[in-house]
């Protein structure tokens, strides 16, 4: 049953697609390209990423071929892709992806775009995840600096940037840094989202583990113990 479900969304993507290219007018290009991202979202969200895969990878084909191979969009279509092939263990397959999509932001918009730090974290973030820790760093230090510059040191993402680091040099056993960075990254998001805010539990948690880690078990049970509680108040 799964099977032939999964064979009737691929069929009904190839169906759109065939619209997209021959049929659909120049002004509906955007809607049809947008229709091509809820598909991979709502793929994402039930665990079906190889059908998914199809879709991002034809995405891009779209995106190239309707809006240039240099359109900004095509690189939102390759960080997708590159995300995906991430979640199923393709890592090469991603960072190819990561680099092109990192690319064509740079050229389009300059180096120091909000949009340019969100692929050098995600091109960070692929690093971290398969221990490549000294590759990751400059490219998470440079989205920081990129954020901080571009939206105010105390807009979210300037917090996200900062928890992103405070991970790497957790695991590069580099704790005062890594602890630094999370209060200050705790401070921004409690402030900017809110202290009942699904982030603020996360981070909170992410700082307890470090607080562990070096042996602080009291301090780390209270920070626990509040995130538990927002996160009950969250669901």
Known sequence: MTSCKNRISIRSVLTALIIFLFIVPADGQEEMWQKLNAEILRLSRQGKYNDAVFVAKNAVKVAEKNFGANHPKAATS?????????????????????????????????????????????????????????AAE???????????EALGPDHPDVGQSMNNLGLLYKKMGRHAE???????????????????????????????????????????????????????ISR
């Open 138 to 148: 400059p490219l998470y230090i440079r989205a920081l600096q990129i954020r901080e």
């Open 178 to 232: 890594a602890e630094n960075l999370y209060n200050q990254a705790l401070t921004i998001w409690e402030r900017s989202l809110g202290p009942e805010d699904p982030n603020v539990a996360t981070l909170l948690e992410n700082l307890a583990e470090l607080y562990k880690t070096t042996g602080r078990e009291n301090k780390a049970d209270i920070l626990l113990t509040r995130a538990r509680r927002i996160r009950a």
């Open 78 to 134: 390759m960080n997708n892709l590159a995300t995906l092939y991430r979640i199923i263990g393709r890592y090469d397959d991603a960072e190819t992806y990561y680099r092109q999509a990192l690319i064509i932001q740079e050229n389009a918009w300059g180096p120091d775009h909000p949009s340019v730090a969100t692929s050098l974290n995600n091109l960070a973030g692929l690093y971290r995840a398969r221990s490549r820790l000294t």
